[in-house]
């Protein structure tokens, strides 16, 4: 498959909270709510963040609406099932569109807090300790929204009428785009969807994004410091693998090269490799040993993690109940 950016599907899925942990953590289990293409998202006002909100209306306002309950056909006789809207679950590219906001990118990376920054990118913020880097590790410093303060951000955000450049301006400093048909601005979704629905998919933002690509960092680090081997050396042995032509490319794996850093899902396809070369390859040494420790917990993590998703999650419970 060639890659070809008008053939980029967006999906939405959707699923019930009361199906618990063990059936929401496996994708057999959501049911397809709607596939789009990028050409057809990009000649919609305001792209997917309306085609969200054109999605979330036809389930959730006017005569159809859910919350009303739908009568179903049972073995047993007819049923009426009513059904609220629970959560949004994205990554974090995934929220960005939903809600219109600027994004991990953005000078206001998160849209839960009023005072995180991120301070790379020239924007001129006073240094009098209202505002916080996005790098801070304290979270008592974080200041979050309340529905109160976000009504009042977003009523700013709308606010007219500006001129491009002015909204431009709004939109880098109060981190939302001012979408009228978009999933916060339009009324009908007024009180059924906000902010606060949105979380963050766990297993891409966090675990492959974020922790696994630090122990990774961690661990070239240490082998780089210790004198074993060097992102260059990394990257050779990874040569000796055949590898998907994705990954193959020279921007994924000889990124190695500087920064150590692999792009969210890649890092399942890397870190068996990694370990195996760990394990069987490179020397250890007393310098590396809790970086290889730790590295090698992580992999486990993974490994279970995956298990549970193809529904083997019972072997995962069962091996760590003692
Ligand atoms: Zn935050």
Redesign the pocket.
Known sequence: MKRDNTRKPWCIYLSFMECGINLLCRDSSWLIGGVVKQPHVDKVEGGFGTASAIFLKALFSGPNDLRNGISLQTPDGPLMLFIDFGRVLADTAGLKYIFDCTGASGHKP?M??RN?VNCHGGLDIPDDGAFVDHACHEPSR?A?HSKRTMRKLLVDVAAGPRSRAEQTLVTRRLGFKHNPHGVLFCAELQNVVTTFDARYDFAHTILTNGTAGLEVSLLVDAYRAAGIVDATGIVAAFAGWHWPTGLQKKQKIEEFNDMFFIQGSDVLSVYPVLRHLLTSQFPSADEVRLEKLYYLAMCRFLDEYSLVQRGWGHTFASRHRH
Do not use: D
Request: with cysteine.
């Open positions: 998160c839960h807090c995180v974080f979050t």
